[in-house]
């Protein structure tokens, strides 16, 4: 599914119009209004609710998947930053089909998050030292996929934002190496300019693709792009 159902005259899923306004209030600050309004007007937000995905950037997983074939029957999956769960839950539905291969999806937050059905959720830093061992033991084996839709919270400054971002992707990818098997993907959010020189010179030493996307689930006005590396080349890559 590439994106949600809209109905004609642009209105959203159950034909709901897309120019709800919230009126300002002594206690609501005008980004306060502007939030909830793109909220409430987010055709992605209403299809997430009701298909029970717990976020909208769910739909930005499928369009990516759809896109580049990463997931599937019996994969095993790391999800990094996963909470609250949109994007592990679609990973189990497309790796965990009910009838079909069962795969491994594993997600990892510092934060704590409600189960997922089909999912096995880790709470700590990916980055720890004993994130390793608990790691290779809920996967049963290197990873075929691994996943970041991290991001730092927003200090509205760019260049700030920029560096905080890049270096949760630069992250994510230093862990990838050591645990994707031979022909494996990545998958990691960067801002609008894709990933910087020296992320983007790692990644095409270890893999044979390198590509940028921006799913059309993102919204317009976002900076997010994603970095998508295909079939990891590391010599001895999820050995151990």
């Avoid at 720890?128 to 990873?143: I, K, Q």
């Avoid at 971002?165 to 990545?186: D, Q, R, T």
Wanted: charge should be positive; hydrophobic fraction near 40%.
């Amino acid at each position: 599914m590439n994106a949600p159902p809209r109905g004609p005259g642009g209105r959203g899923p159950g034909g709901r119009g897309l120019t709800e306004r919230l009126r300002s209030t002594g206690r609501r600050r005008p980004s306060s209004i502007r939030w909830l309004e793109r909220q409430l007007n987010d055709p992605y937000v209403a299809e997430a609710q009701r298909r029970g995905y717990r976020s909208r950037a769910a739909f930005k997983l499928m369009q990516i998947d759809d896109k580049f074939r990463l997931l599937g029957p019996g994969r095993r999956v790391v999800d990094l930053g996963a909470a609250p769960g949109g994007w592990t839950q679609v990973a189990v539905e497309r790796c965990r089909p009910p009838g079909g291969k069962q795969g491994r999806v594993v997600g990892i937050d510092l934060a704590e998050m409600q189960p997922v059905a089909g999912a096995e959720l880790l709470r700590g830093d990916f980055l720890g030292p004993e994130m390793s061992a608990r790691l290779r033991a809920a996967l049963g084996g290197p990873a075929d996929v691994v996943l970041s839709d991290m991001a730092a919270p927003a200090t509205g400054h760019a260049r700030t934002d920029h560096l905080k971002i890049m270096a949760l992707a630069e992250a994510a990818h230093a862990f990838a190496s050591e645990v994707l098997k031979p022909g494996g993907s990545f998958v990691a959010k960067v801002l609008q300019g894709g990933a910087t020189r020296d992320l983007l010179s790692a990644l095409k030493r270890g893999f044979a693709e390198v590509r940028h996307f921006k799913p059309a689930a993102s919204r317009a006005d976002s900076a997010e792009i994603y970095v998508v590396a295909l079939r990891f080349r590391a010599p001895g890559a999820g050995q151990g």
